[in-house]
Protein backbone atom coordinates (compact mmCIF):
# COMPACT_ATOMS: atom_id res chain seq x y z
CA UNK A 1 0.00 0.00 0.00
CA UNK A 2 1.38 3.33 -0.30
CA UNK A 3 2.05 6.12 1.81
CA UNK A 4 -1.35 7.21 3.73
CA UNK A 5 0.24 10.66 3.60
CA UNK A 6 0.31 11.21 -0.30
CA UNK A 7 -3.08 11.84 -1.19
CA UNK A 8 -2.64 12.59 -5.20
CA UNK A 9 -1.38 10.73 -7.55
CA UNK A 10 0.96 11.31 -10.32
CA UNK A 11 -1.50 14.13 -12.56
CA UNK A 12 -0.43 14.63 -16.52
CA UNK A 13 0.40 18.36 -17.09
CA UNK A 14 -2.83 19.00 -19.30
CA UNK A 15 -5.77 20.20 -16.85
CA UNK A 16 -8.30 17.14 -16.45
CA UNK A 17 -11.77 18.06 -17.12
CA UNK A 18 -12.88 16.50 -13.51
CA UNK A 19 -10.69 17.79 -10.43
CA UNK A 20 -11.25 14.65 -8.61
CA UNK A 21 -9.70 12.26 -11.17
CA UNK A 22 -6.55 13.91 -9.64
CA UNK A 23 -7.26 12.34 -6.11
CA UNK A 24 -5.23 9.49 -5.90
CA UNK A 25 -8.13 7.48 -3.78
CA UNK A 26 -10.86 8.26 -5.87
CA UNK A 27 -12.23 4.99 -7.18
CA UNK A 28 -14.82 6.61 -10.02
CA UNK A 29 -17.94 4.04 -10.40
CA UNK A 30 -16.85 1.24 -8.02
CA UNK A 31 -19.87 -0.09 -7.03
CA UNK A 32 -20.93 -0.33 -3.14
CA UNK A 33 -20.78 -4.03 -2.69
CA UNK A 34 -17.17 -4.24 -4.91
CA UNK A 35 -16.05 -1.22 -2.31
CA UNK A 36 -17.02 -3.30 0.52
CA UNK A 37 -15.56 -6.63 -0.64
CA UNK A 38 -11.94 -4.58 -1.58
CA UNK A 39 -12.20 -2.40 1.90
CA UNK A 40 -12.78 -5.81 4.10
CA UNK A 41 -10.61 -7.69 1.98
CA UNK A 42 -7.19 -5.51 1.31
CA UNK A 43 -8.32 -2.64 3.96
CA UNK A 44 -7.50 -2.23 7.50
CA UNK A 45 -9.30 -0.25 10.33
CA UNK A 46 -9.77 3.05 8.85
CA UNK A 47 -9.06 2.35 5.83
CA UNK A 48 -11.74 5.01 3.16
CA UNK A 49 -11.90 5.61 -0.19
CA UNK A 50 -14.10 8.02 -2.30
CA UNK A 51 -16.65 6.90 -5.04
CA UNK A 52 -19.58 8.16 -6.70
CA UNK A 53 -22.76 7.23 -5.13
CA UNK A 54 -25.51 5.69 -7.14
CA UNK A 55 -28.20 8.01 -5.65
CA UNK A 56 -27.34 11.01 -8.82
CA UNK A 57 -24.58 12.80 -10.36
CA UNK A 58 -24.21 15.30 -7.53
CA UNK A 59 -24.01 12.87 -5.03
CA UNK A 60 -20.24 10.78 -4.07
CA UNK A 61 -19.89 8.01 -1.07
CA UNK A 62 -16.86 8.26 1.65
CA UNK A 63 -16.60 4.46 2.21
CA UNK A 64 -14.86 3.63 5.34
CA UNK A 65 -13.70 0.36 7.34
CA UNK A 66 -14.60 0.30 10.99
CA UNK A 67 -13.27 -2.96 12.12
CA UNK A 68 -15.17 -5.71 10.43
CA UNK A 69 -17.80 -3.44 8.70
CA UNK A 70 -18.11 -0.84 5.74
CA UNK A 71 -20.09 2.31 6.39
CA UNK A 72 -21.23 4.82 3.72
CA UNK A 73 -21.52 8.36 3.96
CA UNK A 74 -22.99 10.94 1.31
CA UNK A 75 -21.15 13.65 0.23
CA UNK A 76 -22.65 16.54 -2.18
CA UNK A 77 -21.77 18.61 -4.99
CA UNK A 78 -22.65 21.65 -4.91
CA UNK A 79 -21.40 23.79 -7.90
CA UNK A 80 -17.93 24.13 -7.37
CA UNK A 81 -18.13 23.03 -3.70
CA UNK A 82 -18.92 20.19 -1.52
CA UNK A 83 -20.75 19.51 1.70
CA UNK A 84 -20.33 16.80 3.98
CA UNK A 85 -22.27 16.05 6.99
CA UNK A 86 -22.62 19.72 8.68
CA UNK A 87 -19.62 20.93 6.77
CA UNK A 88 -19.54 23.28 3.39
CA UNK A 89 -15.90 23.14 1.78
CA UNK A 90 -15.73 25.36 -1.21
CA UNK A 91 -12.87 23.95 -3.16
CA UNK A 92 -11.54 20.16 -3.56
CA UNK A 93 -8.81 21.07 -1.80
CA UNK A 94 -10.04 22.50 1.24
CA UNK A 95 -12.32 19.34 1.59
CA UNK A 96 -9.43 17.08 0.97
CA UNK A 97 -7.63 18.96 3.93
CA UNK A 98 -10.12 18.62 6.08
CA UNK A 99 -9.72 14.68 5.77
CA UNK A 100 -5.84 15.18 5.82
CA UNK A 101 -6.35 16.92 9.47
CA UNK A 102 -9.54 15.93 10.98
CA UNK A 103 -10.30 12.66 10.14
CA UNK A 104 -12.68 11.58 12.48
CA UNK A 105 -16.65 10.80 11.49
CA UNK A 106 -19.91 10.14 13.69
CA UNK A 107 -22.79 8.20 12.63
CA UNK A 108 -26.52 9.12 13.04
CA UNK A 109 -26.01 6.18 16.07
CA UNK A 110 -23.37 8.05 18.00
CA UNK A 111 -20.57 6.00 17.20
CA UNK A 112 -17.15 7.86 16.67
CA UNK A 113 -15.64 6.65 13.28
CA UNK A 114 -11.73 7.14 12.96
CA UNK A 115 -10.43 7.68 8.96
CA UNK A 116 -7.32 6.74 9.37
CA UNK A 117 -5.98 6.08 5.70
CA UNK A 118 -7.00 6.71 2.34
CA UNK A 119 -7.04 3.82 0.07
CA UNK A 120 -5.56 4.35 -3.01
CA UNK A 121 -6.92 3.84 -6.31
CA UNK A 122 -3.99 2.41 -8.18
CA UNK A 123 -2.60 -0.71 -6.13
CA UNK A 124 0.59 -2.48 -7.25
CA UNK A 125 0.06 -6.50 -7.13
CA UNK A 126 2.64 -9.23 -7.58
CA UNK A 127 3.32 -10.48 -10.82
CA UNK A 128 3.01 -13.75 -9.41
CA UNK A 129 1.03 -16.86 -11.30
CA UNK A 130 1.71 -20.03 -11.48
CA UNK A 131 2.76 -22.84 -14.52
CA UNK A 132 -0.01 -25.10 -15.90
CA UNK A 133 1.71 -28.12 -16.68
CA UNK A 134 -0.94 -30.48 -18.18
CA UNK A 135 -4.57 -30.57 -18.22
CA UNK A 136 -6.27 -32.92 -16.36
CA UNK A 137 -7.51 -35.97 -18.40
CA UNK A 138 -10.07 -36.53 -16.14
CA UNK A 139 -13.73 -35.96 -17.33
CA UNK A 140 -16.08 -34.85 -15.31
CA UNK A 141 -19.14 -34.84 -17.56
CA UNK A 142 -20.31 -31.42 -17.72
CA UNK A 143 -20.39 -28.69 -20.72
CA UNK A 144 -20.19 -25.13 -21.36
CA UNK A 145 -23.49 -24.68 -20.41
CA UNK A 146 -22.79 -25.57 -16.55
CA UNK A 147 -20.49 -23.02 -16.35
CA UNK A 148 -23.13 -20.03 -14.86
CA UNK A 149 -21.22 -17.51 -12.94
CA UNK A 150 -22.86 -17.41 -9.81
CA UNK A 151 -22.18 -14.85 -6.55
CA UNK A 152 -24.14 -13.95 -3.59
CA UNK A 153 -26.77 -11.84 -3.93
CA UNK A 154 -26.40 -8.04 -2.79
CA UNK A 155 -27.65 -7.47 0.79
CA UNK A 156 -26.78 -10.52 2.79
CA UNK A 157 -26.01 -10.79 6.45
CA UNK A 158 -25.67 -13.26 9.37
CA UNK A 159 -25.10 -12.55 13.11
CA UNK A 160 -26.23 -13.64 16.22
CA UNK A 161 -29.53 -12.06 17.33
CA UNK A 162 -31.93 -12.34 20.48
CA UNK A 163 -34.89 -13.96 19.41
CA UNK A 164 -38.31 -13.43 22.28
CA UNK A 165 -40.48 -16.88 21.96
CA UNK A 166 -44.22 -16.98 20.66
CA UNK A 167 -46.00 -18.56 23.46
CA UNK A 168 -43.16 -18.41 26.53
CA UNK A 169 -42.02 -14.78 26.40
CA UNK A 170 -38.20 -15.69 27.02
CA UNK A 171 -35.12 -14.88 25.09
CA UNK A 172 -32.72 -17.59 23.30
CA UNK A 173 -29.95 -16.48 21.42
CA UNK A 174 -29.96 -17.51 17.64
CA UNK A 175 -27.92 -17.36 14.64
CA UNK A 176 -29.41 -15.55 11.50
CA UNK A 177 -28.94 -15.52 7.92
CA UNK A 178 -30.14 -12.87 5.52
CA UNK A 179 -30.31 -14.28 1.88
CA UNK A 180 -32.40 -12.82 -0.80
CA UNK A 181 -35.87 -12.33 0.38
CA UNK A 182 -35.18 -15.03 3.23
CA UNK A 183 -34.44 -14.25 6.87
CA UNK A 184 -33.78 -17.75 8.48
CA UNK A 185 -32.76 -18.48 12.35
CA UNK A 186 -30.65 -21.38 13.78
CA UNK A 187 -29.95 -22.80 16.84
CA UNK A 188 -26.43 -21.99 16.59
CA UNK A 189 -23.78 -20.81 13.83
CA UNK A 190 -23.07 -24.96 13.18
CA UNK A 191 -26.39 -25.86 12.75
CA UNK A 192 -27.03 -26.54 8.92
CA UNK A 193 -31.01 -26.45 9.28
CA UNK A 194 -32.97 -23.42 10.36
CA UNK A 195 -35.13 -23.71 13.01
CA UNK A 196 -37.52 -21.36 10.73
CA UNK A 197 -37.42 -19.07 7.63
CA UNK A 198 -39.43 -16.13 7.55
CA UNK A 199 -40.10 -15.47 3.81
CA UNK A 200 -39.69 -11.39 3.58
CA UNK A 201 -42.44 -11.18 1.09
CA UNK A 202 -44.56 -11.40 3.46
CA UNK A 203 -43.24 -9.04 5.79
CA UNK A 204 -45.30 -5.44 6.34
CA UNK A 205 -42.93 -3.34 8.03
CA UNK A 206 -39.48 -3.77 10.56
CA UNK A 207 -38.94 -1.15 12.68
CA UNK A 208 -37.32 -0.43 16.28
CA UNK A 209 -39.53 -1.53 19.53
CA UNK A 210 -39.19 0.29 22.65
CA UNK A 211 -41.76 -2.01 24.21
CA UNK A 212 -38.84 -4.37 25.31
CA UNK A 213 -37.75 -4.01 28.96
CA UNK A 214 -34.25 -4.69 26.85
CA UNK A 215 -32.53 -2.02 24.07
CA UNK A 216 -31.51 -2.36 21.17
CA UNK A 217 -35.12 -4.54 19.78
CA UNK A 218 -36.50 -4.18 16.50
CA UNK A 219 -39.12 -6.08 15.28
CA UNK A 220 -41.01 -7.77 12.03
CA UNK A 221 -44.72 -7.53 11.49
CA UNK A 222 -45.70 -10.62 10.01
CA UNK A 223 -49.80 -10.93 9.56
CA UNK A 224 -49.84 -14.33 11.61
CA UNK A 225 -46.70 -13.09 14.26
CA UNK A 226 -44.94 -10.19 14.96
CA UNK A 227 -41.11 -11.14 15.66
CA UNK A 228 -39.01 -9.57 18.56
CA UNK A 229 -35.16 -9.45 18.17
CA UNK A 230 -32.44 -7.65 19.90
CA UNK A 231 -29.16 -6.70 19.24
CA UNK A 232 -25.86 -6.28 21.15
CA UNK A 233 -25.30 -2.84 20.56
CA UNK A 234 -27.84 -0.03 18.77
CA UNK A 235 -25.34 0.30 15.75
CA UNK A 236 -26.10 -3.46 14.84
CA UNK A 237 -29.79 -3.01 15.51
CA UNK A 238 -29.95 0.26 13.20
CA UNK A 239 -27.66 -2.03 10.38
CA UNK A 240 -30.09 -4.66 10.57
CA UNK A 241 -33.03 -2.50 10.13
CA UNK A 242 -31.90 -0.70 7.73
CA UNK A 243 -30.61 -3.55 5.33
CA UNK A 244 -34.41 -5.25 6.35
CA UNK A 245 -36.27 -2.30 5.13
CA UNK A 246 -33.64 -1.84 1.85
CA UNK A 247 -35.22 -5.71 1.47
CA UNK A 248 -38.80 -4.77 1.56
CA UNK A 249 -38.41 -1.73 -0.48
CA UNK A 250 -36.96 -4.29 -3.40
CA UNK A 251 -39.87 -6.54 -3.00
CA UNK A 252 -42.53 -4.10 -2.95
CA UNK A 253 -41.19 -2.15 -6.46
CA UNK A 254 -41.04 -5.98 -8.29
CA UNK A 255 -44.69 -5.98 -7.14
Not at 142 to 157: M, Y
Not at 190 to 214: G, H, N, W
Request: hydrophobic letters at 35%; a neutral charge; proline letters at 4%.
Amino acid sequence: MSDCSSLYSDCSSKELEDELETLGWYHYDLSRHATEALLLSNGSDGSYLLRKSHEGPNFLAISVRAKDSVKHFHVTRKGDGYSFGFNEFPTLRDFIEHFANQPLLGSETGTLIMLKCPYPRRVEEPSIYESVRVHTAMQTGRTENDLVANAPSLGTKEGYLLKQGAIIKNWKTRWFTLNRNELKYFKDKMFEEPIRILDLTSCSAVQFDYSQEKVNCFCLVFPERTFYLCAKTGVEADEWIKILRWKLSQIRKGR
